[in-house]
């Protein structure tokens, strides 16, 4: 990541070299000028923030304030004067000003001000982004990806939504699979009826048959009244059976004939009930395994199998992984009151070298624990489950044949560079994370150098 910079406009020289010391002690890349006109002459220059004086030689700070508001991406903005007035700090802010200091500076007042803009703003980036990125990424029925595996299913669920035949949706627990069920039916021409999930697991094998068939008043000792059935009760529209693998064998066969005829009979009836529903299964088991161990039908896996759709582990979509940690970090902020910004450099990073074995559901709770626990502005690796946190270290690959091994040395510099590049450049935070003084990573940097 890059460092921050910050461009300081300040006619006295000596106040502009403290403040240039000041923020470049705290890990900002700073560039200073003596007036606005020699600011605006450095056009390759684009930082972001600028501190500016109210009063400067040629155009003033609030006339330099006036230009860069008009860019396409300003930077953020904040004034200094020594002439600081109620009516002056309400003008500025009105023009555009992030926040406005009087002299003499309070410095240690100055770096929470630039700290409180800066993250503010990253803030406004990081909704922009988010917005941007789910215009771009957003796939039916309320999907997220820019993964091309994601991108892949999303053309496939476009494409099978409108076809009438069963769908089979294979993947990993956690990877969303009745996410992509509903899609296919708010895409396809049932999106006007009814839409049932039912999972298989979760119904005893003796009230199966009567659970999905329906039953005849009187067909068993309970049945006082006659019952449709989950298959009649979708009738025009879609039925989700999710984990199909645990229907029993005798099921199946019924279910097939279902499929093939459209018909059913219910329990204790003698009368055909015609029904047109849509069968969606879904499984993370391993069916052709099943059938090759006379655990699930051969004709019924064949038949279902006719659109098959492979929802991808969390894994393989690497590039989602933040795209999904904002939309759920979004959809916390929106039943919760928290002023919390966003995720740090570090918690970013921690969730992106993480693996998820529990997919999409696992990122979601972390992010929902993270917000919970999360008593300040942003949420920090320790926000998150244990489990993220202790992730071994990769171990460095062995030099090839012929090549020396690498220095301690070299290895610590190696590190506290991928540190200061997490942490945008920050030292203190740095410092922090290395559990070691800022005057020790000061003299580490100026050892390297």
């Known amino acids: 990541m890059a460092v921050i910079t910050i461009a300081v406009v300040e006619d006295d020289p000596g106040l502009r070299e403290l403040l240039q010391e000041?923020?470049?002690?705290?890990?900002?890349?700073?560039?200073?000028?003596a007036s606005a006109e020699d600011y605006l002459a450095t056009a390759e220059l684009e930082p972001q923030l600028v501190i500016s004086d109210i009063r400067l030689p040629g155009s003033s700070g609030m006339e330099l304030l006036e230009r860069l508001k008009t860019r396409s991406h300003p930077p953020a903005f904040i004034l200094i004067t020594a002439f600081g007035t109620v009516a002056q700090a309400v003008d500025a802010l009105k023009q555009g000003a992030d926040d406005f200091l009087t002299k003499p500076l309070d410095l240690e007042h100055l770096l929470v001000s630039v700290a409180r803009v800066l993250d503010y703003h990253q803030l406004q980036r990081e909704v922009e982004h988010y917005r941007s990125s789910q215009e771009a990424t957003s796939g039916p029925g309320g999907l997220t990806g820019a993964s091309t595996a994601m991108q892949r299913l999303f053309q496939s669920i476009k494409q099978i939504s409108q076809a009438e035949g069963a769908v089979l949706i294979q993947g990993e627990s956690g990877t969303g699979k009745e996410l992509v069920a509903r899609a296919l039916h708010q895409q396809s021409k049932?999106?006007?009826?009814?839409?049932?999930?039912?999972?298989?697991?979760?119904?005893?094998?003796e009230l199966m048959e009567s659970e999905f068939f329906g039953h005849a008043a009187g067909a068993f000792t309970g049945a006082r009244g006659a019952r449709p059935g989950l298959l009649k009760e979708a009738d025009g529209g879609t039925l989700l059976l999710d984990e199909i693998g645990e229907m029993p064998m005798a099921l199946q066969a019924k279910l097939l004939r279902v499929l093939q005829e459209g018909t059913l009979r219910p329990v204790g009836s003698d009368a055909e009930v015609v029904v047109n529903v849509r069968i969606i299964a879904a499984t993370h088991q391993d069916l052709e395994e099943r059938v090759r161990h006379q655990q699930f039908r051969e004709d019924l896996f064949y038949r279902l199998e006719t659109f098959r759709l492979e929802v991808p582990p969390l894994r393989a979509r690497e590039q989602d992984v933040l795209l999904l940690a904002q939309q759920f970090l979004g959809e916390q902020r929106s039943h919760n009151?928290?002023?919390?910004?966003?995720?740090?450099?570090?918690?970013?990073?921690l969730l992106?070298?993480?693996?998820?074995?529990?997919?999409?559901?696992?990122?979601?709770?972390?992010?929902?624990?993270?917000?919970?626990?999360?008593?300040?502005?942003?949420?920090?690796?320790?926000?998150?489950?244990?489990?993220?946190?202790?992730?071994?270290?990769?171990?460095?690959?062995?030099?090839?044949?012929?090549e020396a091994w690498p220095s301690l040395q070299e290895v610590q510099e190696r590190y506290v560079r991928q540190v200061l590049a997490e942490t945008e450049g920050n030292k203190q935070r740095a410092a922090k994370i290395l559990g070691v003084t800022r005057r020790t990573l000061y003299r580490w940097l100026t050892s390297d150098s």
């Open 337 to 349: 009151d928290k002023p919390i910004l966003g995720f740090s450099a570090e918690a970013k990073a």
């Open 352 to 402: 992106q070298q993480y693996d998820f074995p529990g997919n999409v559901r696992e990122l979601r709770n972390a992010v929902e624990r993270a917000y919970t626990f999360c008593e300040g502005e942003w949420i920090l690796p320790e926000h998150f489950p244990a489990r993220l946190r202790e992730r071994e270290p990769a171990v460095a690959a062995a030099p090839a044949e012929g």
């Open 22 to 33: 000041e923020l470049e002690s705290a890990g900002y890349r700073v560039s200073a000028f």
């Open 190 to 205: 049932r999106a006007a009826g009814p839409f049932l999930a039912v999972n298989c697991a979760g119904i005893p094998a």
